[in-house]
């Protein structure tokens, strides 16, 4: 057994099966991986990193793990899941996935060959660890993945109370503690005994407060589309290998080989980012304003840069000097969650309408974004309000 002091959480207990997990190379690299991708732009510290999360991760997992009275057996696999569940992370956490998504169909969740292959599926094999319910346990696959991989998982609550703290952030106050002890096992999975509904519902007002102002403030998504930019232009000519070798690299070593890029839309983008010499808004409007969003919001980066050249195009400028950004349309909050009441059991949003209303405040806080540099703002605002068919100003916003 060994103890960390964690910041978040006081002394973090590593068993000592778990010990040589913890000193592979998979888990190392989580060192150097921040959690926040470019929030640290915004919060300066915002610096904590996959490495801290993954300990947290594990230290409510084996709290959760105690409270449910699981064996010693799968005890053990689901502590191991929460302490390997972001090893496949890229650089700067989700920055580049949808790159990832959409030239390998691989997402940071595909990480059996990790798990059974090399050092750690050596470890693992020493350890008695079956990497094959690892994988499962994290991938949603199995009857205890609602531990990691649920609407109520540990990994959020860890999440959410980490960067809340580093950020400075008051939004993400979770009582993980409260959670945790009014849960149960029962025959579908997890279910939440009814003293734990306002812990619950806690939780979710935590993700939907965090959401603009952390997760996807205006400056960090910035600076996400500034590299993802750099890391397609990069990687064009041989995205496969290439996107493949990036991967397994940490957050500096990205940036070096962007920095040191022959292309100079790649290095100049990079220096950028390195000086924080960031893209404005041209445009950043909310669902309302866009004729037929779901039209629009199909998630892809390809299609993204498409709407940038014909943006470009229209505004007369090179297409590096437009990036679009449209998120995925938020989904409504849905819980798959049963909470007992004595005799009774029922979905929490059966016993919680703060659900609904949540819902309605995540899908009015998504925006498209169109960032451009300093000073072309203008021009490039109205090429892509025709391009991307965007209502007109109304007669009060063109007061303002």
């Not at 913890?22 to 640290?40: A, E």
């Not at 947290?56 to 696999?77: E, F, I, K, Q, W």
């Not at 890229?90 to 790159?99: T, V």
Request: hydrophobic content about 40%.
């Amino acid at each position: 057994m060994k103890s960390i002091k964690d910041p978040v959480h006081g002394y973090i207990q590593v068993d000592s099966t778990l010990l040589p997990l913890l000193d592979t190379p998979q888990v190392q690299r989580l060192r150097y991986i921040r959690q926040l991708g470019f929030s640290y732009l915004v919060y300066p510290g915002a610096h904590h990193t996959r490495f801290e999360h993954s300990l947290g991760t594990m230290h409510l997992v084996n709290a959760l793990g105690t409270r449910l009275s699981l064996s010693p057996y799968d005890h053990a696999h689901v502590s191991a899941a929460g302490l390997l569940h972001d090893i496949g992370h890229g650089p700067f956490s989700h920055a580049i996935e949808g790159l990832s998504r959409e030239f390998l169909g691989r997402k940071h969740t595909d990480i059996y060959e990790q798990l059974s292959t090399g050092n750690l599926g050596e470890v693992l094999s020493d350890t008695g660890l079956d990497p094959d319910l690892i994988n499962r346990l994290i991938n949603g696959d199995h009857p205890l993945s609602g531990i990691i991989h649920g609407d109520l998982d540990v990994d959020r609550m860890d999440y959410l109370l980490r960067d809340a703290h580093y950020t400075g952030v008051p939004y993400g106050t979770v009582d993980a503690m409260r959670l945790i002890r009014a849960m149960r096992l029962c025959d579908t999975g997890i279910m939440l005994d009814i003293s734990g509904v306002q812990a619950a519902e806690s939780l979710l007002i935590a993700r939907t407060l965090m959401r603009p102002a952390v997760y996807y403030h205006h400056v960090s998504r910035i600076a996400e589309k500034m590299f993802t930019m750099a890391v397609y232009q990069y990687i064009k000519d041989d995205p496969a290998r290439m996107l493949t070798s990036l991967l397994v690299a940490d957050d500096a070593a990205c940036m070096q080989y962007l920095l040191q890029a022959d292309d100079p839309l790649v290095s100049g983008l990079a220096k950028n980012l390195y000086e924080r010499k960031l893209f404005k808004r041209a445009l950043y409007v909310g669902k309302d304003d866009v004729r037929d969003v779901h039209q629009i919001t199909d998630e892809s980066f390809l299609r993204e840069r498409d709407l940038a050249e014909d943006i470009a195009l229209e505004a007369g400028v090179s297409p590096g000097q437009v990036m679009v950004d449209i998120p995925a349309f938020p989904r409504d909050i849905w819980m798959d969650v049963m909470v007992k009441e004595r005799y009774s059991v029922s979905r929490l949003e059966e016993v919680s309408p703060l659900v609904t209303t949540l819902n309605e405040t995540r899908r009015s806080q998504w925006r498209l974004g169109v960032y451009a540099p300093e000073g072309m703002t203008d021009a490039i605002s109205e090429a892509a309000r025709k391009i991307l068919s965007i209502k007109p100003f109304t007669r009060q916003e063109r007061l303002i």
